[in-house]
């Protein structure tokens, strides 16, 4: 499956942007998908992911109650909401798939990127205060 970021920009301090996450080739619906962000000099992190174990979510703590996760399985795309955004939520996203059907909780894929094989090319987030 090909992965296709989309939705960064630069924004204020409080601002908003919805990432998207679209594929191609074939459904996302059933399958674990997740966001993560890398801001120079720092590892990735996972910043939100839904499993398909009944769509539960995960949010790390610096984003929980700003960001939402959601498919939208008419567009074929997984969203990322982000709302009062804050300077140190500049980074690259990158949205990835886990292709083997596993169906591991979402904080388990949050915090173990190496099950996602498929990876989108990233959308930079730029927040400025």
């Known amino acids: 499956v090909q992965l296709q970021a989309s939705g960064g920009g630069s924004v204020q301090s409080g601002g908003s942007l919805r990432l998207s996450c679209a594929a191609s080739g074939r459904s996302l619906a059933r399958y674990a998908v997740g966001w993560f962000r890398q801001a120079p000099g720092n590892e990735r992190e996972g910043v939100s992911c839904?499993?398909?174990?009944?769509?539960?979510?995960y949010y790390a703590d610096s984003v929980k109650g700003r960001f939402t996760i959601r498919r939208d399985n008419a567009k074929n795309t997984v969203d990322l909401e982000m709302n009062n955004l804050k300077p140190e939520d500049t980074a690259i996203y990158y949205c990835?798939?886990?292709?083997?059907?596993?169906?591991?909780?979402?904080?388990?894929?949050?915090?173990?990127?190496?099950?996602?094989?498929?990876w989108g090319q990233g959308t930079e987030v730029t927040v400025s205060s």
């Open positions: 839904i499993s398909p174990r009944d769509d539960n979510t």
């Open positions: 990835a798939v886990d292709m083997t059907l596993a169906s591991y909780t979402s904080s388990y894929y949050c915090n173990h990127l190496f099950e996602f094989d498929s």
